[in-house]
């Protein structure tokens, strides 16, 4: 690896992981930079999750120095998200191909909708879904979320982000926290798969990883600061060009 080669690797990086905090999709530029300086898309969905560990350290710090945190909540869909990623990242060899990518652009597209508009939100925005029920289903619909977080990762934010949304009605800025912690923990269980089957390149994933973790230090506490508001037009962005990005290309 050469000194260009660092520098683009950790300037995409710290987009990448500024852009997974505030609302998802980073890995759509992460990953194609591994594949075009030489790693097999295999190797490189792996690599990936390297700085997507270390990235969601510090955004889990970031959020927590700034006061916003969900623990226990968090935790609970995170064990349940680790079941579906380890299954997950045992099927994940490839990446999905181009019909499943035009549908999930539409489904990302709906997703943003329903948040910027309110359709997600209870009609009482103050108000919170914290109940019992609420948790049931939010640890159920975090399983499957883990599987394809484990297979991919690509875009798990959005689902993420729309599942709390209309599931327990948080804030953008609460539930990118608890999503950023939801995230680390499964992603225990998937890196630890690609580990095993050898499958992570070390200099490419440490290197990435410091770039995703400033830009996702920096995102966390940024985005406390903005409020819901900001989050919601760089969303709208990420989520468009995630769009156009996999109905055309």
């Known amino acids: 690896m050469d000194l260009l080669e660092v520098v683009l690797i950790l300037a995409v990086g710290m987009v990448a992981g500024f852009i ?3 609302a998802g999709g980073g890995s759509l530029l992460s990953m194609p930079i591994l594949i075009f300086l ?19 350290i510090f955004a889990v710090a970031g959020f927590k120095s700034k006061g916003v945190s969900e623990f226990k909540y968090s935790i609970l869909l995170g064990t349940s998200a680790l079941a579906g990623a380890v299954i997950g990242a045992k099927i994940a060899v490839d990446i999905q191909g181009e019909i499943f990518n035009k549908i999930l652009a539409i489904i990302m597209v709906v997703v943003v909708f329903m948040i910027i508009t309110g359709t997600a939100k209870p009609k009482n925005i103050n108000a919170e879904r914290t109940s ?3 948790q049931i289903i939010g640890f159920i619909s975090f399983f499957f979320i883990g599987i ?10 959005f689902l993420i982000i729309g599942t709390l949304t209309a599931i327990n009605g948080f804030s953008l800025v609460k539930t990118n926290s608890i999503k950023v912690l939801v995230v680390l923990i499964y992603t225990i269980a998937a890196l ?13 994933g440490i290197v990435l990883a410091v770039g995703n973790s400033a830009g996702a230090w920096f995102a966390s506490r940024w ?5 819901d508001k ?10 468009s060009a995630l769009a156009v990005k996999l109905w055309l290309f």
């Open 192 to 204: 630890a798969v690609f580990i095993y089957e050898g499958k992570v390149n070390w200099i490419y």
């Open 132 to 134: 019992k029920k609420s």
């Open 38 to 56: 030489g790693l097999p898309p295999a190797v490189a969905n792996a690599t990936n999750r390297v700085a997507i560990f270390s990235q969601n």
């Open 230 to 239: 900001v989050v919601k037009i760089i969303l709208g962005i990420a989520v």
């Open 148 to 157: 394809y977080g484990g297979f991919i990762q690509a875009g798990v934010g």
């Open 20 to 22: 997974n905090t505030i």
């Open 223 to 227: 985005s406390v600061d903005k409020g």
